[in-house]
């Protein structure tokens, strides 16, 4: 007899992207996957706000004017994540890219949300 | 599409900010104050440096009641690192002058984040607010009559002594 597997089904929902990756929400796991740099990792609340702060704070223009020879790589590294990001100055600034768009749809979400709720309360 | 950020915390980004910034000016007034009393007592002002040791306190309070209600809304409350605190004042009167000032740039920062509120409508943290508005009218009245004990009583002769025991008795009791 066969069985019948039932996988469960995750739904994605895109968020942002850019053309260097993109940034998807699972409203039943409650989190994000985020593609970018060769990999999807998964984000929930906690580590993708420690992970837009650790990337706002590096300072680009400073990077960008510093004619040290030192690596230009970058370790994003988020305490009590999994997940740990070596990037070159380009790729921090395409991932600021993404994860500016990606809040900004998340704070669009979040107005609508706001107004509707408010009306059929 | 779910608002998971709004299901885990009540407070927008800006505000919690905006928040964690009043934290940190709490706990910088609280060591300013703490800083006068050290001033007052070492220059023979004792009523002074015992309402400015309390002055010091109650600033603590008010950085504890926002680090608490940042937490008990789903935000980050962030423990500030304090610096940069003047040891010496010029004069007995400076101290004073210093205090007000404090008083009056708490109260606008304050001002600042209920017009944040207002324009995001959020009525939590605006209602959260009231208290520390009502509470900045006794701050800046006891701030202002210290001060004004300056002009009433005159520093000549015995004057700084006879400010130094007002200034433990100054109390505000409106019921308005
Ligand atoms: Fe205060
Ligand atoms: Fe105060």
Redesign the pocket.
Known sequence: MQQTLTVPKINFTEVFSTKNGAIYQSDSEGCWYIDFAGKLARFDYRNLLKLKKAVYQIDIEDRLLNSTKSADLEIIFICACDHCYVLSLLQIIKMKELLQGTFTMLELNHIIFDRLHRITA | MKDIIRVKCLLSSDVETLLNQQIKKEAH?SAIYLSMASWCNRNGYDFSADYFFK?AE??RE?QLKIYKYVLDMGGTSISPDITNIKLEYNSFREVFEDALD??IS?TQSLKNIAARCQKEQDFVTLEFLNWFFR??RE?EYKARRALELFEVIGEEGTGRWQIDKHVGQIAYNSEA
């Open positions: 007034s002055q109650e600033e008010h404090q008083e708490v509470e900045q701050e």
